[in-house]
Structures are given as structure tokens and as C-alpha cells.
């Protein structure tokens, strides 16, 4: 044991500071996940806080909010998880359709540019241009004699423009994965389609969704990670009071239980709770992945 | 090589070329509208005149905004954190990856060391204890708060230790015969051929640094250790007066127009559309490698 460490020592001094930074930063937070079990009293700190067993998590599901909560981050999430799969699949092979590359390229620019904008920026301008008084949106919904619609504090709509907002900033990105996929695809493939008298149609049906078939199955089972995961940067930027009902979402919950009303315990309940069953969504598709895509994260 | 299409294929062609060309212009065209907004007259813009094209040119909106200092410091913390952030988190990220990247058989440890980093990509301590672990070590308040809680980008470790594991195996044991340590071989010998590699995932870390807010809203006490995209946040997005703290409210006093909230969303976009062309060229590689392998 001495020995390998010392022979492999040059190694383990590479990882060390990043060894150590992550046990601080990422494990120190998980062993502060006991305060999820305590009545946190800022005076006594974490471990002298006393003990609570499940008083928290029970005062959390007592709460009329929860339930609804959890509702919306499913709800919001499994849509965009949809969503931000057959757009993106859709997009690549409409694109691979086009010949000219210089086309293909100023496309591809064009559409994964706000993926690299944040969501403080697209959330001002979509505040701006959804306005239901002055926004762009509503004056051309105006001009053909739509009523103005208050995307961003009406219940109604608020979801639709979440999802529709979300995959707008984030399918360009996703097409360029798609789109790697189909250009590995054999051209011989094709032309042996072509010689058995397939149309354009008929190939895309054979043998382009085919090639693409492993890359998806292996994205639609990491998405499945995200099950809890509604977009905590786009909904607080873009969610209001109003709008709790259809949008307030997990994390958003946590924020303000935890850091506006300063309820450690409770808000760390909470936590834990997204913790937990996002891990066992993750390890989940991680598993199916390795399984049936044979992927390997490392 | 002339190819036979059929008249429908043709009309399709161009259907889907349309379609595809509005698209790309969609998911620009509210930037452009923001563009329009912040060099137009304030009141060209309140009258509703103003598409994708400025009405009335102007620069006011954007001397007003040079002209607050409040702008100017949160824009000031937002390179300081890219500067430092970037380099600690590309200097770990290469530290990392090149053990890691390692056979079982070369550095025994090597597959515990690697589910210990990819055991965080998979659970959490979640917010409130990720804030009293950040406070607990004094950072809160300074700008170290929001470059090295997130020092190590797990994510880019994976992408870069999958690179070097596709370079070939000679190279560094001929230079290991001449007498090289692992320290001159990753140095000289592994990070020189994996630029391509390493300059998407600096540009990555310049973006995923850039574009940070929550952590600055949440550790910083001070308004004037905000970095812009915190800055931003507070005076643009929370317009909801209820949520106001009477800080905010002040600093809400700032920016009392569209123009001028349309200048500063574009002074905050324009440095990540100043690296995009260099995004661009790599990261399309980059993405592709990171999350599709054989």
C-alpha cells in the first residue's frame, strides 16, 4: 500500500487540490444534509442544533403548497423533456436534408446562439417582448385582433411559455449532437436504398431514423435524470406570485422557504427529498444507458 | 455529380430551406429587437415604433448606463471572476483528467478516484447546505465565494480525461524511455495535443463563469461585490415591488426605462457574442466528444 502510493506518488498530488475542494464543497454539503433531521438554531450551529427525526419533512407534507409543488415540477419538466426530444431530432434531419454546407452552417449558428446566453438576459428580454402592454409579441398578436395574452402572469399560459421559452434557447444545441449522429451514418447505406427504389421519404423512414435510433434512446434515458429538474434559473427569473399555482417548482420552494423566510430545516427537508429522488433517477438511466446503449460515463 | 431529384423532393427542398431560414432568424430576432430597443429615443420606444431597426438613433441609453458606477463595479467583478474562475478551473481540470485518464493497471486508484468526482454529478447537498459550507469557510462576501466552491468542473474533467485517452499510447512512453515524469509528460507532451480539446472547454468555463448569477445573488452581501449577471437580476428581472428590499428598491431607481434596460441586457450578451465565432469553431467537437462515445 506504502509502496504504490509512493511509486505512483506524482498521480495522487495531481488530484489532491482537486481531491480536497470537492470534499469540502461538494461532500461538506452532504454531511450538512443532517440539519434536514434538526431544529436549526443559527446560535448552536449544525451539530449542536437538536435533533428533530422527521418533524421537518412531516411539517413540509402537512404544507397545502407541497403537493402542488411537485405536481408542477413534473409536469414542467416531463414536458420539456419531450419537447426538447423530438424538436431537436426533428431539426437535424430536416437540416441534413439541405446540401449547400455553407447554408447548413449560418443555420447552425443561428440556432444554438441563446444556448449560450443566461437565463438573467433571456429572461429580460422575454419580460420585455412578452409584455402584455408594450411587448413586440403582443403588438403583432394585436394587429391580427388577438386579444393581448399575459404570457408570463396568466395560469394559463404560463407552463406553454416556460416549455416553449426553454426549448427555443436549448434546441439548437441538442440538434448538433443529432446531427453528428446522422452524419456517421454510411453513405452506402443510401445508395443501396436508392438502388431498391427508395424515395427521399422512404430513406429517411429506413435509414436515417434507424442510424439515429441509438443516439436518442441513449439521450431520452439520460434525460429521465432531469425528472425533478423544471429549470430552477429559468422559472425563478421568470415566475411571479401570480403564477405560483401552474409554476412554483422545487427548487424555486426551497429558495424561498430556505433563504427568504430562513427555515434551514425545512428547506433542507425539502432538498434532501429532490436530492434523493433525482439520485435514484439518475443512477437509473445511467443504468439502462450502460445496459442497453452500452454507455459509459468514464 | 449531378443528382436526380424529383419535383417533389424539389418542392420540399425548398419548403424546408424557407423553414429552416426562418428559424435560424427566429432565434435571433428578439436579441435584434433589444438591439433596436436600447439605440432607440425612449420615446419612439414607449410609442411603440420601434421592430428591428432603431427609431430616433441614439446613444443615450448606453451613456447612461457607462455613466452609473453601480454597472460599471458589478461589470468589473464579472471579469475578475472570469479571469480567476477560468484559470483555477482549467488548471484542476487538466490536474485531474490525465490520472484519471489512466488504465486501472498504470494507476491503481484511479477508477475509486473517479466515482468519488462522479459521485457529486449524481447527488447533492442541496441549497441551504451548499450555502452554510460556503459560509462556514468564510468566503460569503468576497469574490473567492464564486470561483472555488465551483473550482472543479466535473463535467470538463470527463470530457478531457475521454480525449486524452484517445491519443496514441506511444508518444508518451517513448518520452517516458527518455526520461520524462508524468509532470513532463501531461505538460509538454499531453496538453499541447489536446488544444483543440482544452480551447472548447476554456470557452466553456469563459461562458458557464460569465453567465453565473445565482451564486453571486446568494453569497454576496454587498451590492458592489455583484457581478453582472447578480446585478442585472436584481434590477430587471425582480420588478415585482413586493419583493423589493429597500437596496434594490435604490438601485431599481436606476434603470427607469426600456432603453436603458435594453442597453444593459446587451452590454451583458456582448461578451459571449464576442467569443462566439471562437465557441463555434470548437465546441462543435467538443460537445460531440463529450456526450457521444463509442
Known amino acids: 500500500m506504502v509502496s504504490a502510493i509512493r511509486k505512483y506518488w506524482p498521480f495522487h498530488l495531481m488530484i489532491l487540490p482537486g481531491f480536497l475542494l470537492v470534499l469540502v464543497y461538494s461532500y461538506g454539503p452532504m454531511a450538512g444534509l443532517v440539519i434536514a433531521f434538526k431544529k436549526f438554531m443559527p446560535s448552536k450551529g449544525i451539530w449542536g442544533s437538536p435533533w428533530l427525526g422527521m418533524d421537518n419533512f412531516n411539517f413540509v407534507m402537512s404544507l397545502p403548497d407541497t403537493s402542488q409543488v411537485i405536481r408542477n415540477t413534473i409536469i414542467i419538466a416531463l414536458m420539456k423533456m419531450v419537447v426538447g426530444l423530438i424538436v431537436p431530432i426533428t431539426i437535424a434531419i430536416l437540416l441534413n436534408e439541405v446540401r449547400k454546407a455553407a447554408f447548413k452552417r449560418t443555420v ?3 440556432i444554438y446562439l441563446p444556448h449560450f446566453l443566461s437565463w438573467i438576459i433571456l429572461g429580460g428580454i422575454l419580460i420585455d417582448i412578452l409584455s402584455p402592454s408594450q411587448g413586440i409579441v403582443n403588438k403583432l398578436l394585436g394587429l391580427f ?28 444545441f441538442s440538434t448538433i449532437v443529432y446531427l453528428a449522429a ?18 427521399r421519404w422512404r430513406q429517411t423512414w429506413h435509414v436515417t431514423l434507424p442510424g439515429m435510433l441509438p443516439i436518442i434512446v441513449l439521450l431520452g434515458t439520460l434525460s429521465l435524470g432531469n425528472v425533478l429538474n423544471a429549470g430552477f434559473d429559468q422559472v425563478f427569473n421568470l415566475y411571479s406570485v401570480p403564477v405560483y399555482e401552474t409554476g412554483d417548482i422545487i427548487d424555486t420552494y426551497v429558495y424561498r422557504i430556505g433563504i427568504e423566510k430562513a427555515q434551514y430545516g425545512i428547506a433542507t427537508a425539502v432538498g434532501l427529498f429532490k436530492s434523493v429522488v433525482s439520485f435514484i433517477f439518475i443512477s437509473l438511466s445511467y443504468f439502462l444507458a450502460y445496459r442497453f446503449a452500452n454507455y459509459r460515463i468514464f | 455529380m449531378a443528382v436526380k431529384m424529383s419535383s417533389g423532393y424539389r418542392l420540399f427542398s425548398m419548403i424546408n430551406t424557407c423553414f429552416l431560414l426562418l428559424l435560424g432568424v427566429a432565434c435571433i430576432l428578439p436579441l435584434l429587437h433589444i438591439l433596436a430597443l436600447s439605440f432607440s429615443s425612449a420615446s419612439a420606444v414607449t410609442a411603440g415604433e420601434v421592430t428591428f431597426w432603431p427609431v430616433d438613433w441614439t446613444t443615450a441609453a448606453y451613456e447612461n448606463v457607462f455613466g452609473k458606477k ?20 482549467m488548471l484542476l481540470t487538466i490536474l485531474i483528467a490525465y490520472p484519471l485518464s489512466k488504465e486501472n493497471s498504470q494507476f491503481p486508484g484511479r477508477t475509486l478516484y473517479a466515482w468519488y468526482f462522479v459521485f457529486t454529478m449524481l447527488f447533492s447537498g442541496g441549497l441551504i447546505p451548499w450555502y452554510m459550507t460556503i459560509k462556514a469557510t468564510g468566503l460569503l462576501d468576497t469574490i473567492w465565494a464564486l470561483v472555488i466552491p465551483s473550482a472543479v468542473p466535473i463535467f470538463n474533467v470527463i470530457v478531457l480525461l475521454n480525449f486524452f485517452r484517445g491519443l496514441p499510447k506511444e508518444l508518451e ?14 505538460w509538454r507532451i499531453f496538453v499541447p495535443l489536446s488544444m483543440p480539446s482544452i480551447a472548447t472547454l476554456l470557452l466553456f468555463a469563459i461562458v458557464g463563469h460569465w453567465n453565473s448569477w445565482f451564486d453571486g445573488l446568494i453569497l454576496a452581501n454587498h451590492t458592489e461585490n455583484y457581478p453582472l449577471q447578480s446585478f442585472l437580476q436584481t434590477i430587471i428581472i425582480k420588478l415585482d415591488p413586493a419583493y423589493l428590499t429597500p437596496r434594490d428598491a435604490e438601485l431599481h431607481a436606476l434603470v427607469n426605462n426600456r432603453t436603458s434596460r435594453a442597453a444593459q441586457i446587451f452590454i451583458a450578451a456582448l461578451p459571449i457574442l464576442m467569443v462566439y465565432p471562437f465557441l463555434q469553431r470548437y465546441f462543435v467537437k467538443g460537445i460531440v466528444l463529450g456526450s457521444v462515445k463509442e
Not at chain 1, 446522422?182 to 427504389?197: F, K, Q, R
Not at chain 2, 512512453?173 to 501531461?186: H, I, N, R, Y
Open chain 1, 182 to 199: 446522422l452524419t456517421s451514418i454510411n453513405p452506402v447505406l443510401y445508395e443501396a436504398a436508392e438502388i431498391d427504389g427508395a424515395n
Open chain 1, 108 to 110: 447552425q449558428t443561428l
Open chain 2, 173 to 186: 512512453e517513448s518520452a517516458k524511455l527518455d526520461g520524462a515524469g508524468p509532470f513532463t509528460v501531461l
Open chain 2, 70 to 89: 453601480e454597472y460599471l463595479v458589478a461589470f468589473w467583478v464579472s471579469i475578475q471572476r472570469v479571469v480567476i474562475g477560468v484559470s483555477i478551473n
Open chain 1, 145 to 172: 385582433g388577438f386579444d393581448p395574452i399575459f404570457f408570463l402572469g396568466d395560469n394559463r399560459w404560463f407552463r406553454f411559455t416556460l416549455v416553449f421559452s426553454d426549448v427555443w434557447k436549448e434546441f439548437g
